[in-house]
């Protein structure tokens, strides 16, 4: 019962998508602009959204080369496990991503934070310090988008019951996004 439950709130909060097909179709274009012109595309998040992040920077950095496209510059803040815990230590959790951006973004970089409650302090400075630095900002969210929708000039907002679910939609939009960009960037190697 559990199982059938967890699918049918799993496809309502997929369905959300198509909802937001014209975010989703400017961040594409975005990502394409970025890449296309040789700017960085940096991406972070905590938990389980660290490692969604992650995910879909191996994932465009590899798929569109290997379908014939240029070299991607992505970066996930997240990985970076020394200057992560460095920043944290040595001055304050809050700043992990902000201090990365700010060394790593250049105007019409795309910068991306994925947060399934929209309001985790180090992801909101993050968002904050790129706005500064005149990246292009998008947020993926979860549940009514928290500040880090307000925030971006991209939201995508997935609507759901629990952190699980959202974090399957995150996951499955990405991929989506990494399989659209591929066909613009073709030939561009």
Known sequence: MFLDRYLTELQTSLASLTDQESAIEGFVARLVECISSGGRILAFGNGGSSATTSHFMADISKYVRLNDGPPVRAICLSDNTPTLTAWANDVSYDVVFSEQVQAHCQTGDVVI????????????????????????????????????????????????????????????????????????LRSQA
């Not at 904050?128 to 630095?133: F, G, I, L, T, W």
Request: hydrophobic share 45%.
């Open 113 to 184: 934070a994925v947060s399934c409650s929209g309001n985790s302090p180090n992801v909101i400075n993050g968002v904050k310090q790129a706005n500064r630095m005149g990246a292009h900002t998008v947020g993926i969210c979860g549940f009514d988008g928290g500040e880090l929708a307000k925030l971006v000039q991209t939201a995508i907002v997935v609507p759901g019951k629990r952190i699980q679910q959202i974090e399957d939609v995150h996951h499955a939009l990405l991929h989506v996004v990494s399989v659209l960009i591929v066909e613009p």
